[in-house]
């Protein structure tokens, strides 16, 4: 998967069915098969590839 926007990364996982919650400000919790994550939407900024592995693999989905 490449680089990508909050935003893309925020539909993303939402087409792989995952669940989100307000939190605080920008952020949100996410909840997918039992696990879940925090995940900061700050919209059309760049996600980090670190950030976005780690939320993945949190989540327990495949890159």
């Given at each position: 998967?490449?680089?990508?926007?909050?935003?893309?990364?925020?539909?993303?996982?939402?087409?792989?069915?995952?669940?989100?919650?307000?939190?605080?400000?920008?952020?949100?919790?996410?909840?997918?098969?039992?696990?879940?994550?925090?995940?900061?939407?700050?919209?059309?900024?760049?996600?980090?590839?670190?950030?976005?592995?780690?939320?993945?693999?949190?989540l327990g989905l495949k890159d």
């Amino acid at each position: 998967m490449q680089a990508m926007k909050c935003s893309e990364f925020r539909r993303w996982l939402q087409a792989q069915g995952a669940e989100f919650r307000a939190a605080k400000g920008s952020h949100f919790k996410v909840y997918l098969n039992g696990k879940a994550t925090i995940f900061a939407d700050h919209g059309s900024k760049e996600m980090h590839e670190g950030l976005r592995k780690s939320i993945i693999k949190q989540l327990g989905l495949k890159d």
